[in-house]
């Protein structure tokens, strides 16, 4: 029998500014040594319920309730009437955290080994050399290469796997009794993820430490849950044994989000949403656009759209005195393919392989040092100023942070009326409003929306209004960068429809970009898959999906998050 490590009972959480409470009524336990789940839609109150825990709310809000930790020595402390200075020897000590964004929860001012180094003196009765040792075989344990290097270097110095490894080792560094992951895999690859899950299992069973898992993916609470808490709006509507929930789901919104991840298999001519469920139509499920593979290959190519021959992007690391370029990174290596007109192409590939790279350079966001970039019988390489603005106008690109991509002091109507300025669209400021409107009203944004700025919308509504920005110049195509990575599963679903449905509507060809492979080939027509920088394999999305010829490709699609029912 386990024993009772956490007890919550009715927490509640509230903002001033909300009439609506952001966590209502939850309760639920933790046992030792048990990782439990929570999955819910961003807002759905996922983190507030943590960050309860370890008395981390914001300023504005207030909490009630009870928060019952039951320490090991048999004395149960509740937590939220504890003392701020006795909780700071809970936090860190006997419950550690791990955050989503571990560059933005680092201290880019401070060595990695220092900030684990810092954790242990603070909690723990040794010295410095003791410290620097115990540092040193934490990132041995997470599974950092050349931990003595890594001991000196700064989080920016690091790639993203590794920087989640420093904020694991920083969390379990006093071994305690239980760890908050708060969407801890979200921002990495599905390879790197699928490695820092079995590295949390690992550590949970070493250590027996219990594990708090919040993700708004079902499939990734399914690979490391034993029980699992369905949140939405606020409230658990749905909790219990993982497996039973995933193998009979009561809730329509636990439905929904099992439904609306793209399927490993056949491709729905929509993809079910959260929204369609809660509402229960269900009319547009059973249909189907799967077609068999040969039929597949032996439709014609059209006119083709896009040429790209013998590409290469490098960008220098060092310089000498004089300027002079002494180490440089070869970011795309001599890439080539075609992109027919009405297709998708799918490029995925793990960070840091060169996709990101390779769309910016087609667009010349980024000079291509190499080959020939041609769209229709314009050498897009070539042009230059004014030359270049003109031909932007037919092949535009839609990023992945819609955030950090908008221009945080103009309007959504500013923004989508911007581009039509820049290319002399539309003869009239009323004209061009008009236009902004029934944009705006195609990628389902509201009228009164026009007025409103970037911090004002949801990450999904965000996206909706860089589509719209890409669509106001009525291009041709658009490079789709990573332009869902960062979007819950639900409103991923929308997007995705949204997209196609464009696609069909304006007549667009699509580069779609992503390192998830199971959304890659649910877009694509045809698919590559880039590694170092290199295209290694290409062909109907299908063939590469259901035989993949590489070992990469074999390797991303074993690390897919698969929700396995009984």
């Known amino acids: 029998m386990k024993t009772l490590l956490i007890d919550i009972q009715d ?35 996922k983190t507030l319920t943590a960050l309860s825990l370890i008395g981390l709310l914001p300023e504005s809000s207030s909490s009630s309730g009870k928060i019952i930790y039951h320490s090991n020595d048999g004395n149960p402390i509740e937590l939220r009437q504890l003392a701020a200075k006795k909780l700071l020897g809970i936090r860190g ?6 955050f989503q964004e571990p560059m933005s929860s680092l201290n880019p001012a401070m060595r990695c080994g220092m900030q684990v180094f810092e954790v242990l003196k603070e909690h723990m009765d040794l010295s410095s050399d003791q410290a620097k040792k115990t540092t040193l075989s934490l990132f041995d344990e997470v599974n950092l290469p050349r931990p003595a290097e890594i001991y000196k270097s700064y989080p920016h110095q690091l790639s993203g796997g590794q920087r989640q490894r420093v904020m694991i080792a920083i969390a379990i560094a006093c071994k305690p009794d239980l760890l908050i992951a708060d969407e801890p895999t979200t921002a990495l690859d ?22 708090l898992f919040i993700s708004h993916d079902l499939g990734v609470i399914a690979n490391i849950a034993e029980k699992l808490l369905v949140m939405y709006r606020g409230e658990i509507v749905e909790q219990g044994q993982t497996d039973s929930i995933i193998s009979n789901p009561g809730h329509p919104y636990t439905k929904g989000l099992m439904a609306c991840r793209p399927p490993l298999e056949g491709k729905p001519l929509r993809l079910p949403t959260l929204n369609s469920f809660l509402a229960g139509d269900k009319s547009d499920f059973g249909k189907n656009i799967y077609q068999d593979i040969i039929q597949k290959d032996s439709l014609k190519p059209t006119e083709t759209l896009l040429k790209v021959s013998g590409l290469g992007t490098s960008f220098a690391l060092k310089r000498n005195i004089f300027g002079k370029v002494t180490k440089e990174l070869e970011a795309v290596k001599d890439v080539s393919f075609e992109l027919f007109k009405g297709e998708t192409l799918g490029l995925v590939g793990e960070s840091g392989c060169g996709k990101t790279s390779l769309g910016r350079s087609i667009i010349q966001l980024i000079a291509s040092g190499e080959g020939e970039i041609l769209y229709k019988d314009i050498r897009i390489d070539k042009l230059k100023g004014n030359k270049l603005r003109k031909f932007r106008k037919n092949l535009q690109i839609i990023f992945q942070d819609p955030f950090s991509s908008l221009n945080p002091g103009l309007t959504t109507g500013e923004a989508i009326i911007e581009p039509m300025v820049v290319h002399n669209l539309h003869s009239t400021r009323h004209k061009r409003e008009q236009k902004a409107y029934e944009l705006m009203e195609r990628v389902a944004l509201n ?6 700025y970037p911090h004002q919308f949801s990450g999904g509504q965000r996206q909706r209004i860089g589509i719209a920005r890409a669509l106001s110049v009525e291009p041709e195509m658009i490079i789709c960068d990573e332009s869902v990575s960062a979007l819950d599963v639900s409103v991923q679903a929308q997007i995705l429809n949204l997209l196609n449905e464009l696609k069909e509507d304006f007549g667009l060809s699509y580069l779609f970009i992503s390192h998830d492979l199971a959304v890659v080939r649910y877009m694509s027509d045809r698919l590559m898959v880039m590694q170092n920088g290199k295209i290694v394999e290409s062909g109907n999305s299908d063939k590469v999906f259901y035989h993949p010829k590489q070992q990469y490709t074999k390797t991303l699609m074993e690390a897919i998050p698969r929700i396995e029912k009984d």
Request: hydrophobic fraction near 35%.
């Open 93 to 98: 000590k006997h419950i550690g955290m791990i």
């Open 190 to 211: 599905v390879t790197v993820q699928k490695v820092i899950l079995q590295l949390l299992k690992t550590l949970s069973k070493k250590y027996g430490i219990s594990i």
């Open 11 to 45: 927490l509640t959480v509230s903002f001033k500014t909300n009439e609506e409470p952001a966590v209502k009524g939850v309760s639920f336990t933790i046992e030792k040594g048990q990782t439990v789940g929570i999955v819910g839609e961003s807002g759905s109150g």
């Open 447 to 452: 009228p009164d929306h026009f007025h409103r």
